[in-house]
């Protein structure tokens, strides 16, 4: 308080906020104080999707070792470490289907400013974002209301 007026913290480059596609949701967070449970980089985009409930899949479990969690930066490219991308990340994007010039895999991708990144169609999974199956008819029932 100054003055008897509540004092508003300024925006101070701490707080970055992530858009994620198609959805078009704006999730921010205060950098350094995100809960960490090892999906990848610490504050990575797969990191973020997880602590706000945007599921990105990743089958390697967020240690760079599939092309699951596969996104393309739409805005943002160099508010991403590392920048460029390390070998690591792009021997194993080498390997992903509809690469771009702006495909980062997720679980590598730390955010350290504002950015829009886009979980391909084809990248999604049905089943495990809580739908039924498809295919398996009552295997693989719905989540329950």
């Not at 084809?122 to 495990?128: I, L």
Request: proline fraction near 8%; charge should be negative; aromatic fraction near 6%.
């Amino acid at each position: 308080m100054k003055h008897g007026k509540t004092q508003y913290r300024r925006y101070n480059g701490d707080v970055p906020k992530v858009t994620f596609l198609p959805e078009g949701r704006t999730v921010e967070f205060e950098s350094g104080k995100l809960p960490y449970d090892e999906h990848g980089k610490p504050e990575s985009v797969l990191d973020v999707a997880i602590n706000f409930g945007i599921h990105i899949e990743h089958a390697c479990g967020g240690s760079c070792a599939c092309t699951t969690c596969h996104v393309i930066v739409k805005q943002g490219d160099a508010n991403l470490e590392p920048n460029p991308a390390d070998d690591d990340e792009l021997d194993r994007l080498d390997q992903a289907p509809g690469l771009t010039l702006h495909s980062r895999l997720a679980c590598q991708a730390v955010v350290k400013g504002d950015v829009t990144v886009e979980i391909p169609g084809w990248n999604r999974n049905y089943v495990s974002e809580g739908g039924g199956s498809m295919n398996l008819g009552d295997a693989i029932p719905p989540p329950k209301k």
